[in-house]
């Protein structure tokens, strides 16, 4: 009997609609209103992470259940080998989807403009320098996610090519043991971009406040 185990969770944390009431000539009120444009697309993305996570349960289920059952089982799997091809496909077109987004969104924020504008706000440099700091690690963890992630759905694929009707257990197990270390590190890249967005998230209403921002 031969187990995989592989959670891919996603925990993108939505950010929250702020309302603003400053000039327009106000470097802080310019920084906010990045922010707040980058935070549209950040929900966007989000909201496609979500239907690519539900993806990903009903593949782990589908794989372990395959996985777990006996050779004659394998044999007759044909349903569910069609169903994880196109299982696998639609997280990769939705991970595609969610990658254009955030790339967007990462591109949105002029962070030379940014840094420059934090010279007028003295009581607030030490956050938003932070801010941008938390926004760089964010950006470099979601690249790492995307290339383990892909990986992963290539680690399934090669799972899925001895999932046939004359199954070789011997390269069954090997790229099943691939998977699940592929699988583990796309998960633990996943853990790092949320705990990074959950650091961003709560910086965000810091500087806003030291900023002098009335955010209600």
Do not use: H, W
């Not at 289920?61 to 069609?82: C, F, P, S």
């Not at 990462?106 to 010279?119: A, C, H, K």
């Not at 996943?190 to 209403?205: A, D, G, H, I, M």
């Amino acid at each position: 009997m031969i187990k995989k185990r592989m959670i891919l969770n996603s925990c993108f944390t939505c950010l929250g609609v702020l309302l603003l009431s400053a000039c327009s000539n106000n470097p802080a009120a310019s920084i906010y209103n990045q922010l707040e444009e980058q935070a549209k697309s950040e929900r966007k993305a989000a909201a496609i992470a979500e239907q690519r996570t539900r993806q990903d349960e009903i593949s782990v289920n589908t794989y372990q259940a395959v996985l777990e059952a006996g050779a004659d089982d394998i044999k007759r799997a044909q349903n569910e080998r069609e169903e994880l091809t196109a299982l696998n496909q639609d997280r990769l077109d939705l991970l595609k989807q969610e990658k254009i987004i955030r790339t967007r969104a990462f591109d949105e924020l002029d962070l030379s403009e940014l840094t420059g504008s934090l010279s007028s706000l003295p009581a607030a440099k030490k956050d938003g320098t932070a801010l941008i700091t938390v926004f760089k690690e964010r950006e470099k963890a979601f690249d790492t996610f995307l290339k383990r992630y892909t990986a992963a759905i290539a680690s399934e694929k090669k799972v899925l090519s001895y999932l046939t009707e004359k199954p070789n257990f011997v390269k069954l197990d090997e790229a099943t043991a691939d998977l699940n270390r592929t699988s583990r590190q796309a998960t633990e890249a996943l853990k790092t971009f949320n705990r990074l967005t959950v650091r961003y998230n709560e910086l965000k209403p810091t500087f806003y406040k030291k900023a002098g921002l009335n955010i209600k």
